[in-house]
C-alpha cells in the first residue's frame, strides 16, 4: 500500500541539526522528496533523492535513504530560525506515463529556538 | 523565471455551488498536478494533466474535475460544493524529463 509517516513535531536549539524522519512503504518508490512549507504559502521543493542512491548533501541539507528499511532521512545542518516551518517527506508512485503522483507524510513541524 | 501562479488566492463559496480554479505553470512545463491540503486529511493527490490529456487521477468522487490547455494552463472544477471541500488546493508543475515537481502558492477554498 501507499503511505508515508513522520514525527509530528520537532525542537531544536538554534545552530544545532536537525533531523527529520520519515518512513514510506511502497517498494516500487522511485523518488523521494522533502518539501518546506511556511505559513500561508505552498511547498517548497528542497531536494530529493533517486532511490538507488544512499545519500545526497546539498548544503546545509543532507538526506540518507535506507532502502532496505524504507527510512528518509533529512539532516539541516546549523539550523536557523528561518528553518522553522512544516517539513512534508513524499514518495512518487509509478504510474502510466510518469512518476507525478507524490505520497506525502503528515508533516513534521520543526520549531527552532535561541 | 516565474514560478507557478494560481488564481484566485482565496475564495469564498457556499454548499450547492461549483468552483474553478485556475493554475499556470512554470514555462516549459507540461505537465500539471493539482492536490487537496486539509487538516485532517493531509496532501492528497487529485488528479494530472499532460498535454491535455488527463494521466493519472486520484481518489476523488467525480464532483472533481480538471482540463488542460494548449499551453498548459490547467483549470479544476469542484461542483456542488460540501463544507469538506475546504481546503488548500495545490498546482504543481514539472518538465515531462524531470522528477522535480514545483508548487505553486495555492488557492484558500473556504466552502459556508
Known amino acids: 500500500g501507499e503511505d508515508v509517516e513522520q514525527s509530528l513535531f520537532l525542537s531544536v536549539r538554534e545552530g544545532d541539526s536537525s533531523v527529520i524522519n520519515c518512513t514510506y512503504t511502497?517498494?516500487?518508490?522511485?523518488?523521494l522528496y522533502w518539501y518546506k512549507q511556511e505559513p500561508g504559502a505552498g511547498l517548497q521543493l528542497l531536494t530529493y533523492?533517486?532511490?538507488?542512491?544512499d545519500m545526497k548533501q546539498d548544503q546545509r541539507l543532507t538526506v540518507l535513504l535506507n532502502k532496505k528499511d524504507k527510512h528518509l532521512s533529512l539532516r539541516i545542518a546549523d539550523t536557523q530560525t528561518g528553518d522553522s516551518a512544516i517539513y512534508f517527506c513524499?514518495?512518487?508512485?509509478?504510474?502510466?506515463?510518469?512518476?507525478?503522483?507524490?505520497?506525502f507524510g503528515a508533516g513534521t513541524r520543526l520549531a527552532v529556538h535561541p | 523565471k516565474a514560478g507557478v501562479t494560481q488564481t484566485p488566492r482565496y475564495l469564498i463559496k457556499t454548499r450547492g455551488q461549483q468552483v474553478t480554479l485556475s493554475c499556470s505553470p512554470i514555462?516549459?512545463?507540461?505537465?500539471v498536478s493539482w492536490y487537496q491540503q486539509t487538516p485532517g486529511q493531509g496532501l492528497q493527490f487529485l488528479f494530472e494533466?499532460?498535454?491535455?490529456?488527463?494521466?493519472n487521477k486520484g481518489n476523488f468522487p467525480g464532483r472533481f474535475s480538471g482540463r488542460q490547455f494548449s499551453n498548459s494552463r490547467s483549470e479544476m472544477n469542484v461542483s456542488t460544493l460540501e463544507l469538506g471541500d475546504s481546503a488548500l488546493y495545490l498546482c504543481?508543475?514539472?518538465?515531462?524529463?524531470?522528477?522535480?515537481?514545483?508548487f505553486g502558492p495555492g488557492t484558500r477554498l473556504t466552502v459556508t
Open positions: 511502497d517498494s516500487s518508490s522511485t523518488y
Open positions: 494533466y499532460f498535454s491535455e490529456t488527463q494521466r
Open positions: 504543481a508543475s514539472n518538465r515531462d524529463t524531470s522528477y522535480e515537481q514545483y
Open positions: 513524499a514518495e512518487s508512485i509509478g504510474l502510466d506515463g510518469g512518476y507525478n503522483k507524490l505520497i
Open positions: 533523492i533517486f532511490s538507488n542512491m
Open positions: 514555462s516549459g512545463h507540461r505537465s
